[in-house]
C-alpha cells in the first residue's frame, strides 16, 4: 500500500483501539530505517518532519525521498508535519505532498489555537489531508524552546477544542515531555484525564514525549564520552496502559536519538582509524533499527498493517 491519507491510520487506529507508530526523521538513513523496520514489522507507520528538520535538510529533500518511495513499500504510511507552528509551514507541508499535518498553536491563547487550527482544517481537509493539533502544554524541550511549567489538558475544553475546529486528532498533554529529561522523580502519566479526554472527544488521540529513554543508550553514551545525567523515560507499561486508553499515535524522537548517539560514539571510539562516513553512521543506524523494532512492538502495532486496507 502506498503513501496514505493520515486519516486513514487515525481512524482506522481509533476504531481497532491501536496506536500508529509515528518516528521523526531529518535525514536519509533515518527514514530509510524507519520504512525498512515498519514493512519487516508489517506495521503502519507515521514518518515525521518538524520545522527544524525541514530547516536543516529542505522540504525538497525530505518530501522527494518519501514521493519517490511512495509505490516501493507494501505498508500504509503518511508523511506527517510535526509540530507545525503557522499556516506558511502548513502550505508549504501541503504543497510538497504531505499527507497530515499538525498545527500546534498550543502555546498560544486558547482562542487564537482555535481560530488558526480551524482555518489549518478549511484548507487540510478538502485535500483529504489529517489535522493534528495540541491543547496544553507538555514539558521538555519543544522545537528547541524550552517549557518551564506542564500544564495538561482539561477533558471539557478538549471537547470544544475538537468540535470547534473539526481536527482529526488531538495531541492532550497527560503528563509527558519532550526530550531524554521527562521528569525528575518518576513520570506521572495522568490516565484518568486521558480517559476523561478520550470519553468527551471520543477521536483519536495523540501522545508527544512518549520515548522511553532507555537506560542502555544512556549508559553507553556515557561511557564513551558524553554526558547525559538524569535522563528520564516514560515506562514501557504506561504506553500500554495509555493505548487501552485511547491512544492511536505515539511519537518518538528522542529514543532514535540516544541510540544513533550510542552507536556513533561507540564507534568512534573503537574504530579510531575509520574515516569513512558510511562506516561510522552504518553501525550506529543498527542501534536505531533496534530501537525502531522495539517500539512498533511494544505498541502492538506488528502484523497489523492489512488492518488499514480499506
Ligand atoms: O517534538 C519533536 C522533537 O522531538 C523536537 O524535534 O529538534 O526536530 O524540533 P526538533
Ligand atoms: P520524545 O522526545 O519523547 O521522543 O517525543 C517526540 C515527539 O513528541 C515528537 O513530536
Ligand atoms: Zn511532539
Given at each position: 500500500m502506498p503513501l496514505v491519507s493520515g486519516r486513514i491510520l487515525f481512524e482506522r487506529a481509533n476504531e481497532l483501539v491501536l496506536a500508529v507508530p509515528a518516528f521523526n526523521f531529518s535525514n536519509l538513513e533515518f527514514l530509510k530505517a524507519i520504512l525498512e523496520v515498519a514493512q519487516e514489522e508489517e506495521s503502519p507507520v507515521f514518518l515525521q518532519t518538524t520545522e527544524s528538520a525541514i530547516r536543516y535538510a529542505g522540504i525538497e529533500f525530505l518530501s522527494g525521498m518519501v514521493m519517490a518511495l511512495r509505490?516501493?513499500?507494501q505498508i500504509p504510511f503518511a508523511l506527517h508535519l510535526d509540530h507545525g507552528r503557522s499556516l506558511e509551514t502548513v502550505l508549504l507541508a501541503i504543497r510538497h505532498g504531505y499527507t497530515s499535518v499538525m498545527i500546534d498553536?498550543?502555546?498560544?491563547?486558547y482562542e487564537v489555537n482555535v481560530a488558526v487550527t480551524k482555518k489549518v482544517v478549511s484548507l487540510c481537509a478538502p485535500l483529504g489531508i489529517s489535522v493534528e493539533a495540541e491543547l496544553g502544554v507538555l514539558g521538555g524541550e519543544e522545537d528547541n524552546v524550552e517549557c518551564p511549567k506542564t500544564f495538561l489538558t482539561d477533558p471539557q475544553e478538549a471537547k470544544d477544542f475538537a468540535l470547534q475546529t473539526g481536527i482529526t486528532a488531538l495531541a492532550p498533554a497527560i503528563g509527558t515531555a519532550h526530550?531524554?529529561?521527562?521528569?525528575?522523580?518518576d513520570p506521572q502519566l495522568d490516565f484518568e484525564r486521558l480517559r476523561q479526554i478520550k470519553e468527551e472527544t471520543q477521536m483519536p488521540l495523540v501522545l508527544h514525549g512518549?520515548?522511553?529513554?532507555?537506560y542502555e543508550y544512556v549508559a553507553e553514551i556515557n561511557r564513551y564520552g558524553g554526558e547525559i545525567k538524569k535522563a528520564k523515560g516514560i515506562p514501557e507499561s504506561d504506553l500500554k496502559t495509555a493505548i487501552g486508553l485511547g491512544i492511536n499515535k505515539i511519537n518518538t524522537d528522542t529514543d532514535l536519538r540516544l541510540a544513533f548517539t550510542a552507536g556513533l560514539r561507540r564507534i568512534m571510539t573503537e574504530e579510531k582509524?575509520?574515516?569513512d562516513p558510511r562506516k561510522l553512521i552504518g553501525p550506529a543506524m543498527e542501534e536505531v533499527r533496534e530501537v525502531i523494532r522495539r517500539r512498533i512492538r511494544l505498541y502492538g502495532s506488528s502484523g497489523t498493517a492489512g488492518a488499514y486496507l480499506p
Amino acid at each position: 500500500m502506498p503513501l496514505v491519507s493520515g486519516r486513514i491510520l487515525f481512524e482506522r487506529a481509533n476504531e481497532l483501539v491501536l496506536a500508529v507508530p509515528a518516528f521523526n526523521f531529518s535525514n536519509l538513513e533515518f527514514l530509510k530505517a524507519i520504512l525498512e523496520v515498519a514493512q519487516e514489522e508489517e506495521s503502519p507507520v507515521f514518518l515525521q518532519t518538524t520545522e527544524s528538520a525541514i530547516r536543516y535538510a529542505g522540504i525538497e529533500f525530505l518530501s522527494g525521498m518519501v514521493m519517490a518511495l511512495r509505490e516501493s513499500f507494501q505498508i500504509p504510511f503518511a508523511l506527517h508535519l510535526d509540530h507545525g507552528r503557522s499556516l506558511e509551514t502548513v502550505l508549504l507541508a501541503i504543497r510538497h505532498g504531505y499527507t497530515s499535518v499538525m498545527i500546534d498553536l498550543s502555546d498560544s491563547p486558547y482562542e487564537v489555537n482555535v481560530a488558526v487550527t480551524k482555518k489549518v482544517v478549511s484548507l487540510c481537509a478538502p485535500l483529504g489531508i489529517s489535522v493534528e493539533a495540541e491543547l496544553g502544554v507538555l514539558g521538555g524541550e519543544e522545537d528547541n524552546v524550552e517549557c518551564p511549567k506542564t500544564f495538561l489538558t482539561d477533558p471539557q475544553e478538549a471537547k470544544d477544542f475538537a468540535l470547534q475546529t473539526g481536527i482529526t486528532a488531538l495531541a492532550p498533554a497527560i503528563g509527558t515531555a519532550h526530550g531524554p529529561f521527562k521528569s525528575t522523580g518518576d513520570p506521572q502519566l495522568d490516565f484518568e484525564r486521558l480517559r476523561q479526554i478520550k470519553e468527551e472527544t471520543q477521536m483519536p488521540l495523540v501522545l508527544h514525549g512518549a520515548s522511553g529513554v532507555y537506560y542502555e543508550y544512556v549508559a553507553e553514551i556515557n561511557r564513551y564520552g558524553g554526558e547525559i545525567k538524569k535522563a528520564k523515560g516514560i515506562p514501557e507499561s504506561d504506553l500500554k496502559t495509555a493505548i487501552g486508553l485511547g491512544i492511536n499515535k505515539i511519537n518518538t524522537d528522542t529514543d532514535l536519538r540516544l541510540a544513533f548517539t550510542a552507536g556513533l560514539r561507540r564507534i568512534m571510539t573503537e574504530e579510531k582509524s575509520i574515516t569513512d562516513p558510511r562506516k561510522l553512521i552504518g553501525p550506529a543506524m543498527e542501534e536505531v533499527r533496534e530501537v525502531i523494532r522495539r517500539r512498533i512492538r511494544l505498541y502492538g502495532s506488528s502484523g497489523t498493517a492489512g488492518a488499514y486496507l480499506p
